[in-house]
């Protein structure tokens, strides 16, 4: 089993920055990668980015694309995810999830077998 606990959202004001952590504890070697996805109040939830544990290859969706960075630390079984020039937009619940399975199609929310409890971003603007 593995549990991961997100931490790290609040309420900011557009333009403004927040970095959000996901640490992971358990059986975490067996991990593969990853991944940020968000659900704003009566929308599908997506992808927002993910990091292979080994690599540190990253992917982006393109609505966060030069705003957002996803970083790890693998000694402490953690991921952030550094959201810069907040738009009203990016307002959902954040969710951290683990990915066991390899691959190359990182944005598939399907593939992650593990997710956390959600940390809300509100940004205002």
């Known amino acids: 089993q593995v549990q991961l606990v997100e931490s790290g959202g609040g309420l900011v004001q557009a333009g403004d920055s927040l970095r959000l952590s996901c640490t992971a504890s358990?059986?975490?070697?067996?991990?593969?990668?990853m991944g940020w996805f968000r659900q704003a109040p009566e929308k599908e939830r997506e992808f927002v980015a993910a990091?292979?544990?080994?690599?540190?290859?990253?992917l982006y969706a393109d609505s966060v694309k030069g705003r957002f960075a996803i970083s790890r630390d693998n000694a402490k079984n953690t991921v952030y995810l550094q959201m810069n020039s907040l738009k009203p937009e990016d307002t959902a619940v954040y969710y951290c999830?683990?990915?066991?399975?390899?691959?190359?199609?990182?944005?598939?929310?399907?593939?992650?077998?593990?997710w956390g409890q959600g940390t809300q971003v509100t940004v205002s603007s």
């Open positions: 999830a683990r990915r066991s399975d390899g691959g190359s199609l990182l944005y598939i929310a399907e593939r992650y077998d593990y």
């Open positions: 990091i292979k544990w080994n690599s540190g290859s990253t």
């Open positions: 358990g059986r975490t070697f067996s991990g593969y990668a």
